[in-house]
């Protein structure tokens, strides 16, 4: 285990004034968890995160309990970044909340659901995951009164693009304007929030190293030696190889980054998995369901809200339960989308970007062929 006591040279210390750091959108009393520990509560206990376990992170299969989902990912997300503040003397409960909230945006079916949702809106600013995680946790939790997080976690999780590879990142030292950020050209406002954005990188490289042995779509052979001769090629080689190369580092430089050699080793994975990985056939392939699944679930929820507005009881003649529970989440929603959003124009995107990967499926199922008519047909058949 590498020993920073004697490391140390450089202390790194956020420039924002605690009071900006820790300000919520809404004033509240401090209680004895301390404000970041607080927020990490707060999401864990949220109807997004816990969804989270049935979301792909790479692979989509559900039903494989040794294929990492997205709510692993946030978890290994927190536990590195937390580890790398604890060898930089950052504050590891910060960390802790932004990993954990940091991918609430993510829709079903991972990166493929996020791009295909983004061609079906044609909005000018796209849907970009990082963004809608913010609005998840500053509105759409708790039907439209959010989790009143502290600015700082709020930051992170808005700043955490972890498909930007960088050798090094400097926080930007800014209170931002969280809301109006556009893109994904921001940095986080804090030491942590940057721990976290390279965290993100570490911890899906190895694990998407490992499920793809476990899937047998590569082999541990075929891992370029001048990656893996650096790193390692297991998940927690890599993990260990990396925290302790952007400690040592961080603490050397003043930024949080990784030594050259590392980068070098860490590019190559990248583009190997990228190759291999991210763009093998098979995953490829899913893609096209993905697409029929989400493009028929916007269609019908448009129509439906053309349809019937908020008449709310009206969506039950749908006769399929998707219809109901569109109704039941417009009618909770209602004010939020009328007084803040200022119009409907969300409403689809936001109900379907929250569901689980097998809801999707599930509710594709009940347009086609809905529970009451094959409770009807069997009951036509008993009669014949």
Not at 19 to 42: K, M, V, W
Not at 43 to 61: E, G, N
Not at 126 to 140: A, K, M, N, P, Q
Not at 347 to 374: K, N, R
Request: glycine letters at 6%; aromatic letters at 12%.
């Amino acid at each position: 285990m590498l020993d920073y006591r004697d490391m140390k040279d450089i202390k790194l210390i956020n420039r924002l004034n605690p009071d900006d750091l820790y300000r919520r959108i809404t004033p509240r009393e401090d209680d004895s968890r301390g404000s970041f520990f607080r927020d990490t509560t707060a999401i864990i206990h949220s109807y997004p995160f816990r969804r989270l376990k049935h979301k792909t992170q790479v692979f989509f299969s559900p039903k494989n309990d040794h294929i990492c989902t997205r709510i692993e990912h946030v978890m290994h997300v927190a536990s590195i970044a937390s580890a790398i503040c604890k060898g930089l003397d950052l504050d590891s409960e910060l960390a802790w909340a932004i990993g954990l909230g940091h991918d609430l945006g993510h829709t079903p079916f991972g990166h493929a659901g996020e791009k295909i949702i983004d061609a079906l809106r044609k909005n000018e600013n796209g849907f970009i995951h990082e963004l809608y995680s913010l609005r998840i946790v500053d509105y759409l939790i708790q039907y439209g009164r959010g989790l009143n997080l502290t600015y700082a976690v709020r930051d992170g999780i808005v700043s955490h693009c972890g498909e930007k590879f960088e050798q090094s990142i400097v926080p930007d030292f800014r209170v931002k304007d969280l809301g109006t950020l556009k893109g994904r050209t921001h940095y986080p406002s804090t030491w942590e929030g940057a721990v976290v954005r390279m965290a993100d990188k570490i911890a899906y490289l190895g694990r998407d190293i490992e499920d793809a042995i476990q899937l047998r779509l590569i082999k541990v052979g075929d891992i370029p030696e001048a990656g893996s001769r650096v790193v390692g090629t297991t998940n927690s080689m890599i993990i260990s190889n990396l925290t302790d190369d952007i400690i040592r580092q961080s603490l050397k430089t003043g930024e949080i980054g990784f030594s050259d050699e590392i980068y070098e080793a860490l590019l190559i994975l990248r583009d190997f998995n990228y190759r291999n990985i991210y763009y093998h056939p098979i995953l490829l392939g899913h893609n096209q369901y993905f697409e029929r699944i989400l493009k028929l679930l916007f269609s019908y929820l448009n129509e439906v809200f053309d349809k019937y507005g908020d008449d709310l009881e009206s969506y039950s003649k749908e006769n399929n339960l998707l219809a109901v529970r569109f109704s039941d989440y417009l009618g909770k929603m209602s004010d939020f989308y009328t007084t803040v959003d200022g119009s409907f124009n969300n409403l689809v995107t936001d109900y379907i970007a929250g569901m689980t990967d097998d809801y999707a499926i599930e509710c594709v199922a009940q347009i086609m062929m809905p529970d009451q008519m094959e409770f009807q047909f069997k009951q036509f058949l008993m009669v014949n």
